[in-house]
């Protein structure tokens, strides 16, 4: 809820897309983003539904940023 916070964390785990990054699968990868959105398909349901929230919390909750990102 702390603007100051979500956008300091948006900058470590979603920072501004590149060339590269479209290029490959969104799971495929050693970033941060890449581990969470590998971890959205998990057959856990609590760590699938907590990575899911935490990015799209930083995606200021908007479906459509959580698409652009993951």
Do not use: W
Not at 1 to 20: A, D, E, G
């Amino acid at each position: 809820s702390n603007r100051t916070i979500r956008h300091y964390y948006k900058m470590k785990v979603l920072p501004p897309l590149k060339k590269s990054d479209l290029l490959n699968l969104p799971e495929k990868g050693e970033h941060i983003r890449n581990r969470l959105v590998k971890l959205m398909t998990d057959p856990n349901l609590q760590l699938k539904r907590l990575s899911a929230q935490f990015l799209f919390i930083l995606c200021k909750e908007t479906v459509n940023r959580l698409v652009k990102y993951t």
